[in-house]
């Protein structure tokens, strides 16, 4: 199995993980779904798991693996407070736009 991967340039990994990040960065700063920024901000840590994965593959190491690991745990941890908070946001605002959470201020 590790052979087979291998055989794919580390250079089509990165580029696959950029086009993914940017596109993750992208529905960031033009999206106002809430619901779809919190799917952007995980497909930017995926890019970066893929990225993390690939070099470890392609290294040997498994540290990259372990930090694969965490960061897993870590937006699992972040949906979950995300979906949450944006709930409550709903039930304030009867609306999932991120531009009327300025009025949260007052």
């Given at each position: 199995?590790?052979?087979?991967?291998?055989?794919?340039?580390?250079?089509?990994?990165?580029?696959?993980?950029?086009?993914?990040?940017?596109?993750?960065v992208m529905g960031v700063l033009?999206?106002?779904?809430?619901?779809?920024?919190?799917?952007?901000?995980?497909?930017?840590?995926?890019?970066?798991?893929?990225?993390?994965?690939?070099?470890?593959?392609?290294?040997?190491?498994?540290?990259?693996?372990?930090?694969?690991?965490?960061?897993?745990?870590?937006?699992?941890?972040?949906?979950?407070?995300?979906?949450?908070?944006?709930?409550?946001?709903?039930?304030?605002?009867?609306?999932?736009?991120?531009?009327?959470?300025?009025?949260?201020?007052?």
């Open positions: 199995m590790l052979e087979i991967i291998r055989q794919v340039p580390v250079e089509y990994y990165v580029l696959y993980s950029a086009i993914l990040f940017t596109i993750g033009i999206r106002r779904n809430a619901i779809v920024v919190l799917m952007c901000i995980e497909l930017m840590l995926n890019a970066v798991n893929l990225l993390l994965a690939a070099f470890s593959t392609y290294l040997s190491d498994s540290k990259g693996q372990l930090m694969v690991f965490f960061i897993m745990v870590v937006a699992a941890a972040e949906a979950a407070v995300g979906l949450g908070i944006l709930i409550m946001i709903y039930r304030n605002t009867k609306s999932t736009d991120i531009s009327l959470l300025d009025k949260l201020r007052n």
